[in-house]
């Protein structure tokens, strides 16, 4: 089993979830949301960062899974969203955790199986398949979903043989 941190950067919440995955199945360790306090976005960055070094200090995950930045109509919210993002790899990465990116569709096709499903399906799913008692919060069920997309990917790509792994990845590049 590995321990997977899925985080979803916001300015406003950041959106983390750890899992135990392996052999087939996926058992969640603890979600939640940063709500960084400071009234400037330099000291909401340095919020985000902080909580999330101290989460993985607490925790011990071996991997992150980060959502791509898509672009928004709003070009001030997606630079905010960059920054957010650019303070959590900062500190995943600090942390001396490997990163890996996934788009939005890839995410939500891992949980629901479509790349276009809503965020209430997402939280239903998420629910489901970790066993939790309630819906997560969207942020939180977000996060999960990244983790749990990234310890799919990664238990499929296990079971190929080496030759295979490596076919694939110079076919991605072209």
Do not use: W
Request: net charge positive; proline share 4%.
């Amino acid at each position: 089993m590995i321990r997977i941190l899925g985080i979803d950067p916001g300015s406003q919440v950041t959106g983390y979830g750890l899992i135990d995955a392996g052999r087939g199945q996926a058992v969640c360790v603890t979600f939640g949301c940063i709500r960084p306090r400071g009234g400037t976005l330099a000291e909401r960055l340095h919020g985000i960062q902080a909580a999330l070094e101290a989460l993985v200090d607490e925790h011990r995950p071996q991997e992150a899974a980060v959502e791509r930045v898509y672009v928004h109509r709003n070009v001030e919210s997606a630079l905010k969203l960059g920054q957010a993002r650019g303070a959590a790899l900062a500190a995943v990465a600090g942390c001396g955790l490997p990163v890996h990116e996934y788009t939005p569709a890839q995410i939500k096709q891992a949980v629901t199986g479509r790349g276009n499903a809503a965020k209430v399906q997402v939280q239903h799913m998420v629910k489901a398949l970790l066993g939790l008692h309630r819906s997560p919060a969207a942020d939180a069920a977000d996060a999960l979903a990244m983790a749990l997309c990234h310890g799919h990917l990664r238990e499929t790509l296990a079971r190929l043989p080496a030759g295979t792994r490596r076919g694939r990845a110079r076919g991605r590049r072209r």
